[in-house]
């Protein structure tokens, strides 16, 4: 061995195995061989496989983490967990002692756990297993049944409320049927949100299916969506020419929904001025001296329509001469 001439000598431990070593000694042309000596470089403590780490919704069954380690004697393992992905400082797990331990999943967390092993050769430290835990999918609040007005634009929607991680949102078309089967799926209606379609009035059924990282697709309850009749004049005030003095009535007719309100108004300068009390479909002029011109204005639960403006024009009564 070059350079070994001194009277001690530091064995290699780079490789485990058995060498056999022995000094030789010159002295006066005479040369001596010690004994030989056995060194033994046993294999040191390793991480063969360390733990993998897994997703699972709240209270699922977990898989056992799992360690496998190399080293001399026996083997010893502890497990730890931490909040962050680290191996080290983290919070010993009482009891947790042999080569798997199975996570918890009562609480919806993000844990890393890791084991340390050591053996008659020193100690190993696994990598750090990342355990999810996450939010099992639910639906909260069903879709509410709406009323919309035909083809008055509404911010109203049909909304569901779920619980979950990466949720993913469907919402089907049932026509007239009172189901959460059977439905077509609404292209982009992907949200949490739908606004029903406005331009046919009728009853339709909506409902929605909700998908998240945990468990399966869950479907709402079908929701009705009721496109009502919108506020129509059917009958507009008729303009019309009448002596003064003379009683005359005009008169409005109109559909709707729910109760039905009229407000008739006379036009100054060009401007509507509400005629105070003059609330029902009929507004009678009597004793008016001059012209004048009028409209009424529809309100039900279905929106707001505005008549057409009749002209009253008012003649003179005619003058007698004796």
Same mark, same amino acid.
């Given at each position: ?10 064995? #290699? ?13 010159? +002295? ?14 046993? #294999? ?10 897994? *997703?699972?919704?709240?209270? =699922?069954? %977990? ?13 010893? /393992?502890?497990? /730890? ?5 680290? +191996? ?7 009891? %947790? ?12 967390? *993000?844990? /890393? ?13 696994? *990598? %750090?297993?990342?355990? !999810?835990?996450?939010? &099992?999918? =639910?639906?909260? @609040? ?12 509404? =911010? ?14 469907? $919402? ?5 049927? +009172? #189901? +959460? ?7 982009? !209606? ?5 606004? &029903? ?31 009502? *009749? ?6 507009? &005030? ?8 003379? &009683?005359?009535?005009?008169?409005? !007719? ?21 005629? #105070? ?10 004793? $008016? ?16 329509? @505005? ?16």
């Amino acid at each position: 061995m070059a350079g070994e001439t001194g009277d001690t000598y530091t064995p #290699s431990t780079a490789q485990s195995g058995e060498e056999y070593y022995f000094v030789r000694i010159f +002295n006066n042309g005479c040369t001596t061989d010690s004994a030989l000596a056995k060194v033994t470089v046993q #294999s040191a403590t390793a991480i063969v496989n360390s733990p993998v780490g897994a *997703t699972y919704c709240q209270n =699922a069954t %977990a898989t056992p983490l799992s360690v496998t380690a190399t080293g001399v004697g026996t083997l010893h /393992y502890q497990w /730890y967990q931490q909040q962050h992905n680290s +191996n080290e400082r983290g919070t010993l797990l009482s009891g %947790a002692t042999q080569a798997t331990y199975t996570p918890l999943t009562s609480v919806v967390t *993000t844990t /890393y756990y890791y084991a340390v092993v050591s053996s008659d050769c020193g100690i190993a430290t696994s *990598t %750090a297993a990342k355990i !999810e835990v996450q939010t &099992p999918t =639910a639906i909260v @609040t069903q879709p509410a049944n709406l009323k919309l007005c035909h083809l008055e634009p509404t =911010a109203n929607a049909m909304r569901v409320v779920a619980t979950g991680d990466n949720l993913r949102y469907q $919402w089907y078309d049932n026509g007239t049927n +009172n #189901s +959460n089967v059977g439905g077509t799926a609404i292209a982009g !209606e992907v949200y949490d949100a739908f606004v &029903p379609p406005i331009h046919t009035i009728g009853v339709r059924y909506y409902y929605a299916t909700v998908q998240g990282a945990c468990g399966t697709v869950y479907t709402t309850t079908a929701a009705r969506a009721e496109v009502q *009749t919108p506020t129509v004049i059917t009958l507009q &005030p008729v303009s019309t020419i009448y002596c003064s003095g003379t &009683p005359i009535t005009l008169k409005v !007719e109109a559909i709707g929904i729910g109760t039905i309100k009229y407000q008739w108004y006379y036009i100054s300068n060009n401007t509507p001025r509400i005629l #105070s009390g003059k609330t029902n479909n009929t507004l009678v002029l009597s004793g $008016w001296q001059s012209t004048n011109s009028y409209l009424v204005v529809v309100t039900s639960d279905c929106g707001v329509a @505005t008549s057409t403006i009749a002209r009253v024009e008012v003649k003179s009564q005619p003058t007698i001469y004796l």
